[in-house]
């Protein structure tokens, strides 16, 4: 599956509360998730419009690891 293109900080964030995230802190423009699903998982979201390609491609790595998916798997479940 294709990573999505103009995926906005807040729209990521929105979509990870399906899996059990929420913001524990904000450090200017960048939020802190944490989910307690699977284990403690941190992951920084920059709330910016839209993220760049890479950085989003990062995030949807590590989150789609932490709960031992595949990247085209989370990306069904949050329907980016």
């Known amino acids: 599956m294709k990573t999505p293109r103009d995926v906005t900080g807040e729209q990521l964030v929105k979509a990870l509360r399906r899996l059990g995230y929420q913001v524990t802190r904000?450090?200017?423009?960048?939020?802190?998730?944490?989910?307690?699903?699977?284990?403690?998982?941190?992951?920084?979201?920059?709330?910016h419009s839209p993220l760049k390609l890479g950085t989003l491609k990062s995030i949807l790595r590590n989150v789609a690891a932490h709960h031992q998916l595949t990247v085209a798997e989370l990306l069904e479940i949050l329907d980016l």
């Open 26 to 47: 904000q450090t200017g423009s960048h939020l802190r998730l944490t989910t307690q699903e699977r284990g403690e998982h941190h992951e920084v979201i920059p709330n």
